[in-house]
């Protein structure tokens, strides 16, 4: 495990958010997948739907920004550009019909406990 707090702080919300879409009956295609564009962070596969899903980890705080404030329209291309870099450089993925793109938006306490995890499907 790194050092950095804040690499630390988004292992954290990764895991947790692959442990929700686990629950939801998905599997892991591909973890923190290197692109020219960036890094995806998780995608995922429940036999019909393949998704993207950016996951955006914060501390709680009153007046701190949120999970969702870091989900702005740039971001939300260069995860579209990643996506296709990806779809179009991997030969051994799942083919399936649907396609999502996903937000998962994790708050985590000052004990590294969950306070929140919110889940937005096809949030892009």
Same mark, same amino acid.
């Given at each position: 495990m790194s050092a950095d707090p804040r690499r630390t702080l988004g292992r954290l919300g990764e895991d947790l958010a692959?442990?929700?879409y686990e629950r939801l009956?998905?599997?892991?295609?591909?973890?923190n997948h290197r692109t020219r564009?960036?890094?995806?962070d998780l995608i995922v596969c429940d036999?019909? $739907?393949?998704?993207?899903?950016?996951?955006k980890t914060r501390r709680a705080s009153r007046d701190g920004p949120t999970p969702w404030d870091a989900l702005h329209d740039r971001k939300r291309r260069q995860?579209?550009?990643?996506?296709?870099?990806?779809?179009?450089? $991997? $030969?051994?993925r799942p083919r399936v019909p649907d396609l999502r793109?996903?937000?998962i938006g994790v708050v985590i306490d000052a004990h590294g406990k969950?306070?929140?995890l919110d889940h937005a499907q096809d949030a892009f």
């Open positions: 692959l442990q929700h009956g998905y599997a892991l295609v591909a973890r564009h960036g890094e995806l036999g019909r $739907t393949l998704v993207f899903a950016e996951v995860v579209r550009a990643m996506a296709s870099a990806w779809l179009a450089e $991997t $030969t051994d793109f996903d937000g969950l306070v929140a």
